[in-house]
C-alpha cells in the first residue's frame, strides 16, 4: 500500500466503517493506534478484508498480482482468527482452522 500511495485512503475507509449493533467502531486510524486492546483485536477480523478488499480495487497492472497475493494472504489469516474466538469446536472447526 505503501509503494502505491494507498496507506491514506486505508485510513479513511477505515475510520468510515458504519455503526451497527454489537460492533465497536475504531475510534482511531489504523496507523494512529500504538496498541491494541483485546475487544479492538477480536473486532479487527470482522472488518479487516472488506476494508483492505475497497482499498485495494482497481491496482496499476503492474501492482495485480501483489494485491491480489495481499488480499489471499489475510482472509485465511482473518478466517482463522474469527473460527479461534467460537466458545466450542467440532471436528469439522478444528480441521477447517488446521487447513
Do not use: C
Not at 500504538?34 to 472488518?47: D, H, L, S, T
Not at 482472509?75 to 480441521?95: E, G, K, N
Amino acid at each position: 500500500m505503501k509503494k502505491d500511495k494507498r496507506q491514506q485512503p486505508f485510513n479513511n475507509a477505515w475510520k468510515e466503517i458504519p455503526p451497527y449493533l454489537g460492533f465497536s467502531l475504531p475510534k482511531k486510524a489504523y496507523r494512529e493506534i500504538r496498541q491494541w486492546q483485546v475487544k479492538e483485536m477480536r473486532n479487527i477480523g470482522r472488518y479487516i478484508s472488506a476494508v483492505l478488499a475497497s482499498v485495494l480495487q482497481n491496482p496499476d497492472s503492474p501492482l495485480y498480482y501483489d494485491f491480489q497475493t495481499a488480499l489471499k494472504s489475510v482472509s485465511p489469516l482473518v478466517d482463522f482468527s474469527l473460527m479461534a474466538q467460537y466458545r466450542s469446536h467440532i471436528q469439522d472447526t478444528l480441521s477447517y482452522m488446521d487447513r
